[in-house]
């Protein structure tokens, strides 16, 4: 089944500099990948998710990247804000495999 | 326009015991998959339903099922409850399966 591996685990940054969280997945068939964002007592909230026909996606301050060769896919978050502050997730799936598989998460801190 | 709506919130029981919880999906949406999220850790897919039928399941023991209704809400059911099956369980609904948007989750606690 599919492996996503998520890192950092933890990553603290200063009010309006950028955070980059990168993910890993194991299976060659994956096609879809979201990113959810988690605050604390809250429901996983879908904030952008990129298909494997595309390389690069963004929405305001977020952006992510899919390097199907090296089977990696990153977040980017510009000019954070305190209310970045939550828990993201990454997660990996195929068309033909419907279920999400999730990482570990990152807590993401952003200092005012 | 409501989202995915879970029932209850909170539930506590006693190892040993049954319980089910309760999933409305999103509008227009008819597939529902629920997941288990222990504390400080991703959550884990235990199965998909779609068109009334499990479509996938995860890797989970057969104490835990599930039902997908006419008017695609679903529950699900956890038999003989063990001090482990304590977690968040999350339900997503999608629009065949792409696209999963999750409800608020039931905080089941197992004494």
């Known amino acids: 089944g599919e492996n996503v591996e998520q890192h950092p685990s933890t990553l603290s940054v200063q009010e309006g500099d950028s955070a980059v969280i990168k993910c890993t997945y194991s299976?060659?068939?994956?096609?879809?990948f979201p990113w959810y964002k988690q605050e604390l007592g809250k429901r996983p909230q879908l904030i952008i998710d990129?298909?494997?026909?595309?390389g690069e996606k963004k929405d305001q301050r977020i952006a992510v990247t899919l390097n199907k060769t090296a089977k990696h896919f990153s977040l980017h978050i510009t000019e954070t804000q305190p209310e970045d502050s939550a828990v993201y997730f990454c997660?990996?799936?195929?068309?033909?495999?419907?279920?999400?598989?999730f990482g570990a998460g990152t807590t993401v801190t952003v200092r005012a | 326009d409501a989202g995915v709506t879970q029932s209850p919130t909170h539930l506590i029981k006693t190892r040993g015991q049954q319980v089910t919880l309760r999933c409305s999906p999103k509008?227009?949406?008819?597939?529902v998959s629920w997941y288990q999220q222990a504390l400080g850790q991703g959550p884990q897919f235990i199965f998909q339903?779609?068109?009334?039928?499990?479509?996938q399941r995860g890797n989970f023991p057969d104490r835990f099922s599930g039902h997908q209704f006419p008017n695609y809400s679903s529950e699900l059911n956890v038999n003989a409850l063990l001090l482990g099956d304590s977690a968040l369980y999350l339900c997503?609904?999608?629009?065949?399966?792409?696209?999963?948007?999750f409800g608020p989750g039931t905080r089941l606690t197992v004494t």
């Open positions: 997503a609904s999608s629009l065949q399966g792409v696209g999963q948007y």
């Open positions: 299976d060659s068939a994956s096609n879809y």
């Open positions: 990129i298909r494997s026909n595309v």
């Open positions: 997660a990996a799936s195929s068309v033909d495999d419907y279920k999400l598989s």
């Open positions: 509008s227009g949406h008819d597939t």
């Open positions: 339903y779609y068109e009334e039928e499990e479509r």
